[in-house]
């Protein structure tokens, strides 16, 4: 699709890894050692990805990356460093949005890895402002096979959450396509090690996941996507007794639409294979949506999804 990643490091060897690394996978890569050479390219060619080194000479990383952030909104921007100390990351996110710490020296499966998850990041947030919906679906569609189990999900939750919506008279139904298509779509940050693990994952590795619908909202925001679509990615893993995450509400403080794409998306989970079980029957899936009525769903909705099940 013609993106270009942008690489700075004060060190020549490194940017000259960086570039045998990547022209090796038909990823069209630039370079310079200078950050005011990269604020100068940022400004004047499309970058997708930016990819710095935090500890250079004559600019950090992070003051490079918070300078692109307001001069080149839609790159992705990703933070080497061989230090990331919890003070680095707080300030990374709190100013430059990083999508993702990559730690130096890298291991080059990973870096990989985090740039091509970063341009489809760029490319998801490209379409979302044309309005394309087949290259939306598509691309959802792509991002889905980091976790094969996951495969069709977001569609399926689309199906189920419009259904629900029509039932209890929900208005805006584009926002529940939206939403429902790009409920996950926060997932482009968490690594594939971990969406694959099929053990439990630990306090870190948790903390990660439960970033995802931050993530995915940033990326709906980044796309000027209307609010409702961005609280429904933010807040469809909140819980109905406020015990969810990323923020802890509960009840009606949960938009309707989120609480809709909740159902769908509990559903769909129950009804399709994952690591740790098989698939649930209908009647069993149900049972258990059921029992999480008042507690993780809106009950009301979990009985007209009932309802729609026993019409179908």
């Known amino acids: 699709m013609g993106e270009t990643v942008l690489f700075v490091d004060d060190s020549e060897e490194t940017l000259e890894l960086a570039r045998d690394l990547f022209e090796q996978r038909d990823i069209s890569i630039i ?159 968490v690594a594939e090690s971990i969406l694959h693990y099929e053990g439990p994952l630990d306090e870190a590795e948790l903390h990660v996941v439960r970033n995802h619908p931050l993530w995915g909202a940033e990326v709906a925001r980044q796309a000027r996507l209307s609010d409702e679509v961005v609280d429904i990615v933010l807040t469809h893993h909140e819980r109905y007794d406020g015990k969810g995450y990323p923020v802890g509400i509960g009840g009606e403080d949960i938009s309707l639409g989120a609480r809709v794409v909740a159902v769908a998306d509990v559903y769909d989970a129950l009804t399709t294979d994952r690591p740790y079980r098989d698939a649930y029957p209908v009647e069993k899936a149900m049972e258990i949506l059921r029992s999480m009525r008042s507690t993780v769903l809106d009950p009301q909705l979990v009985d007209a999804f009932g309802e729609l099940v026993q019409a179908s």
């Not at 291991?107 to 341009?119: F, G, I, P, S």
């Not at 569609?155 to 008279?169: I, M, T």
Request: proline share 4%; net charge neutral.
């Open 31 to 189: 370079t310079t050692s200078s950050p005011q050479k990269a604020l100068e390219l940022a400004r004047k060619s499309d970058i997708a990805v930016i990819v710095s080194d935090n500890c250079m000479p004559d600019m950090s990383g992070i003051e490079l990356l918070s300078k692109v952030k307001v001069m080149a909104p839609d790159t992705v921007k990703i933070l080497m460093t061989g230090f990331a100390d919890f003070q680095t990351a707080v300030e990374a996110i709190n100013r430059v949005e990083v999508f993702r710490f990559v730690p130096k020296p890298w291991d080059n499966r990973q870096l990989v890895e985090v740039v091509e998850d970063a341009l489809k990041r760029h490319r998801l947030i490209g379409s979302l402002k044309q309005g394309d919906d087949a290259s939306v679906r598509s691309l959802v569609h792509a991002l889905e096979l980091k976790d094969p189990y996951t495969r069709g999900h977001s569609e399926r939750v689309c199906e189920y959450a419009l259904k629900l919506a029509g039932r209890v008279g929900v208005a805006d139904l584009t926002a529940i396509k939206y939403g429902s298509w790009l409920h996950d779509c926060g997932k482009i940050g």
